[in-house]
Every structure is written in structure tokens, then in C-alpha cells.
């Protein structure tokens, strides 16, 4: 398989993921679920002059799931498959440093946020990367961070296998100022950073006529078994396509319920949706 890394071509393939994802209404389920989730369940709705009362119990499930997921705190353990002194004392180091990760990145502050996306939006994704900016008052700068990437944000190559592990590749959308976006691609030594206007995303919800913002795609994919990346807008490459080392994509996926020959899934608040609909009517 060519991989393709050419801004266009790369702004070629979220196009295609966009389709996908309009083909299985995915945009406006979140849009929908989402606007139920806060308490907007009366809009598009022609009532006149009926009383709209809303009785939210689909916030109230929510937290209540997301309570009992989250009420565990999450650790990590290292065993080595033959033990002896220096592999136990190997495996203790590799617990040690994935705990300080997982602290300084925040990672378990955002447990409650992947679970609620998860549940209202149908998928959960985290993202870590490593910033070459984070302080660390030693002579090697630069620490792992974690983002919580919304499911409309983030592309599979192959829309029907769920598993991110399998996919020939990854693609994550990002909305970033527009001066934030020239400065970076400076830094890396592009001659046409000056060239990258502002965009819109009808998909994102953003409000107001006017933004500053651009869309940012950052494309991973497994070459010879190593994880490659590199940084696109629509016309310009931010960051040449490079090695990260990894063999594992530095993304962990989950859907709330699986569904058949789909990476993204079944959001429980869908189902619900109904019923707090007759709950508002029989109160109106």
C-alpha cells in the first residue's frame, strides 16, 4: 500500500472520512445527542404555544454510569515472564514511569470525560503525544501529553474495522488558531507557512460567522512496523513525515456499544432518546 502524504492527498482521504461519516448520520446523532444531554430537547420542535418542560433524566443515567465506571481509581503493574532479581527490579522501574506519566499528563482527571463522551457520543478516543516544549527542570526537556480527541475529529482508514491497532492508517482533526498554526510551521522550517488562511467546519458546531481558525491534520500510519506521522493542512505540510519509534499507535479507542462493520459506536443515550421525549409531552 502507497501511503500518501501530500497535504492534499492526505485532505483528500478526511474528505473521504467525512463521507463516511455523514453516510452513517454519525454528526448528527452527536449533534442530537449532545443537545438531549444538556437539556435542549425541544429544539426544531413545532409546538406554538405548548408548554416545554423538560424532565433531563438522561443527564441523570449518564452521571450515574459514569460515577460507577469512574469510582475505581486505575493502576499499572509490570511482571516479568521469567522473574529473577533484575527483571523484577526492571519491571518495578517501567510500573514507576507509567505512573508518573499517567499523574503528570492527567490522564486520570480524564477518565470522566472519556466516559461520558464515550456514552453520549457513541466513541471515546485518547491521544498521547510527546511535546518537546514541557519543562522538566532537567538537562532533557520535553514529557508525554494526553488529549481527549472527540469521535467526529478522528479518521480510520478502514471505517469497518474497529480495531486502531489494524488500521493502515489514522488521521486526527484539530481546530487551532491560525497564528499558533503559521508559528509551528515556521519552526519546522516551511517557506509557506504565510500562505495558510483560516477554514471552517460546518461539522464542528462552532459559533459565529467569523473565526481565526484552521483545521490541522495529523496523519500516523506503520511503516516497516514503526509508526511514522506527519502535520497537514489543507495546501501546506507543517511537519515533515518522520519516525516516532512507536509500534503501537498512540491512541486507545473506545466505542460504547459495538456495532457490526463500524469503528465507531452505539451511544447509550440514543436509545433513551425516546423516552425522554414522551416524558416532556406527557408533562407539556
Same mark, same amino acid.
Given at each position: 500500500?502507497?501511503?500518501?502524504?501530500?497535504?492534499?492527498?492526505?485532505?483528500?482521504?478526511?474528505?473521504?472520512?467525512?463521507?463516511?461519516?455523514?453516510?452513517? +448520520?454519525?454528526?448528527?446523532?452527536?449533534?442530537?445527542?449532545?443537545?438531549?444531554?444538556?437539556?435542549?430537547?425541544?429544539?426544531?420542535?413545532?409546538?406554538?404555544?405548548?408548554?416545554?418542560?423538560?424532565?433531563?433524566?438522561?443527564?441523570?443515567?449518564?452521571?450515574?454510569?459514569?460515577?460507577?465506571?469512574?469510582?475505581?481509581?486505575?493502576?499499572?503493574?509490570?511482571?516479568? @515472564?521469567?522473574?529473577?532479581?533484575?527483571?523484577?527490579?526492571?519491571?518495578?522501574?517501567?510500573?514507576? &514511569?507509567?505512573?508518573?506519566?499517567?499523574?503528570?499528563?492527567?490522564?486520570?482527571?480524564? @477518565?470522566?470525560?472519556? !466516559?461520558?463522551?464515550?456514552?453520549? +457520543? #457513541?466513541?471515546?478516543?485518547?491521544?498521547?503525544?510527546?511535546?518537546?516544549? $514541557?519543562?522538566?527542570?532537567?538537562?532533557?526537556?520535553? +514529557?508525554?501529553?494526553?488529549? $481527549?480527541? &472527540?469521535?467526529?475529529?478522528?479518521?480510520?482508514?478502514?471505517?469497518?474495522?474497529?480495531?486502531?491497532?489494524?488500521?493502515?492508517?489514522?488521521?486526527?482533526?484539530?481546530?487551532?488558531?491560525?497564528?499558533?498554526?503559521?508559528? &509551528?510551521?515556521?519552526?519546522? #522550517?516551511?517557506?509557506?507557512?504565510?500562505?495558510?488562511?483560516?477554514?471552517?467546519?460546518?461539522?464542528?458546531? &462552532?459559533?459565529?460567522?467569523?473565526? +481565526?481558525? !484552521?483545521? !490541522?491534520?495529523?496523519?500516523?500510519?506503520?511503516?516497516?512496523? !514503526?509508526?511514522?506521522?506527519?502535520?497537514?493542512?489543507?495546501?501546506?505540510?507543517?511537519?515533515?513525515?518522520?519516525?516516532?519509534?512507536?509500534?503501537?499507535?498512540?491512541?486507545?479507542?473506545?466505542?460504547?456499544?459495538?456495532?457490526?462493520?463500524?469503528? @465507531?459506536?452505539?451511544?447509550?443515550?440514543?436509545?433513551?432518546?425516546?423516552?425522554?421525549?414522551?416524558?416532556?409531552?406527557?408533562?407539556?
Amino acid at each position: 500500500m502507497t501511503i500518501k502524504t501530500a497535504p492534499k492527498e492526505i485532505w483528500e482521504e478526511y474528505q473521504k472520512g467525512i463521507q463516511y461519516n455523514n453516510s452513517i +448520520d454519525l454528526y448528527e446523532n452527536v449533534r442530537k445527542n449532545e443537545n438531549f444531554y444538556i437539556g435542549k430537547q425541544w429544539e426544531g420542535v413545532n409546538a406554538g404555544d405548548l408548554p416545554k418542560p423538560v424532565m433531563n433524566i438522561m443527564k441523570r443515567v449518564i452521571a450515574y454510569q459514569t460515577a460507577m465506571i469512574v469510582s475505581d481509581d486505575v493502576g499499572i503493574s509490570f511482571t516479568p @515472564h521469567r522473574p529473577t532479581d533484575d527483571a523484577e527490579a526492571i519491571a518495578s522501574i517501567f510500573a514507576g &514511569e507509567v505512573e508518573r506519566v499517567i499523574e503528570q499528563a492527567g490522564i486520570k482527571e480524564m @477518565h470522566r470525560e472519556l !466516559v461520558r463522551n464515550s456514552s453520549v +457520543d #457513541g466513541d471515546a478516543c485518547l491521544y498521547l503525544y510527546f511535546d518537546p516544549d $514541557v519543562e522538566t527542570g532537567q538537562d532533557a526537556e520535553g +514529557d508525554v501529553r494526553a488529549e $481527549v480527541i &472527540e469521535n467526529i475529529n478522528v479518521i480510520f482508514g478502514n471505517p469497518y474495522i474497529k480495531d486502531e491497532q489494524k488500521q493502515p492508517y489514522i488521521i486526527i482533526a484539530q481546530r487551532r488558531q491560525l497564528a499558533d498554526v503559521r508559528a &509551528e510551521a515556521e519552526r519546522n #522550517g516551511a517557506a509557506d507557512a504565510e500562505t495558510i488562511k483560516p477554514d471552517s467546519d460546518d461539522n464542528q458546531g &462552532e459559533a459565529g460567522a467569523e473565526n +481565526d481558525l !484552521v483545521t !490541522v491534520l495529523i496523519k500516523m500510519w506503520k511503516q516497516d512496523k !514503526v509508526v511514522w506521522v506527519t502535520k497537514t493542512t489543507q495546501n501546506t505540510e507543517i511537519e515533515k513525515p518522520k519516525s516516532t519509534d512507536l509500534k503501537l499507535y498512540p491512541i486507545s479507542w473506545m466505542p460504547w456499544e459495538t456495532v457490526r462493520a463500524s469503528y @465507531h459506536g452505539q451511544a447509550s443515550i440514543t436509545g433513551l432518546i425516546p423516552n425522554q421525549i414522551a416524558i416532556n409531552r406527557l408533562y407539556a
